[in-house]
């Protein structure tokens, strides 16, 4: 059984679940957290909870990382944990790598809306190679697979709905006018996802 498992997993999966974690450091570091642009999903969530009930991010992320995964392994197989670790992992790794360099974009907090498509470019592409081979690089993407697949709703709606959900939740404590840019950035986001995946479904079919 452990063998056969063994030869479910494919290297070339691992290599672009690995790469997609790369890429979606490279945004977080160089956009996202210069501009101010912020996430939905588990992230915003999180940020909510110690808002308004004084509770640590490092255990509401922990907790509702492992509820997110717990979930996915149940829906999506072992699999997927696999590359969802390789995808988690390289984005660790690499992230810790950018922070000993100076970021490309210093000035790109003066530009919000072009730091909004960018990061959600970056976002897109890099979750979006991960979700392709059946990964996760974190939580609520693990949970939008899921529900997409339950659910049989395309996983860019998924995203849209948990995403402006927790964005618009969270205008209980952040001016509107800071979160406009972060509502553009996950909606196109989510679109790009949503385009990879269903590109390769049909490259398969095809």
């Known amino acids: 059984m452990i063998k056969n498992f063994l030869k ?3 290297l070339k999966n691992c ?6 974690g790369i890429i979606l450091a490279f945004g977080m570091y160089n956009i996202h957290s210069v501009a101010d642009i912020t996430e939905g ?13 004084g509770i640590s991010p490092a255990v509401s992320e922990l907790v509702l990382n492992l509820i997110c995964y717990g979930i996915g ?10 590359y969802s670790a390789v995808s988690t992992s390289a984005f660790s790794i690499a992230y810790a790598v950018f922070e000993c360099f100076p970021r490309i974009f210093p000035g790109i907090s003066e530009h919000p809306l072009a730091a909004s498509v960018a990061g959600a470019v970056f976002v897109g592409l890099g979750v979006g190679l991960a979700v392709r081979t059946g990964g996760a690089p974190c939580g609520d993407d693990a949970l939008a697979m899921s529900i997409s697949r ?18 618009l939740l969270a205008l209980t404590y952040i001016p509107f006018g800071k979160i ?6 996950v909606v196109i986001s989510g679109q790009i996802i949503g385009f ?6 049909s490259k398969r079919r095809g």
């Open 8 to 10: 479910s997993i494919k």
């Open 180 to 185: 406009v840019y972060s509502l553009l950035s």
């Open 73 to 82: 392994f149940r829906t999506l197989g072992a699999t997927f944990l696999v």
């Open 41 to 53: 999903g588990t992230l915003g969530l999180i940020l909510l909870l110690e808002h308004h009930f």
């Open 196 to 201: 990879i995946k269903d590109f390769s479904i």
């Open 15 to 20: 290599i672009i679940c690995a790469v997609g």
């Open 150 to 167: 339950i659910s049989k709703l395309k996983i860019q709606w998924v995203y849209f709905i948990s995403d402006i959900t927790v964005l």
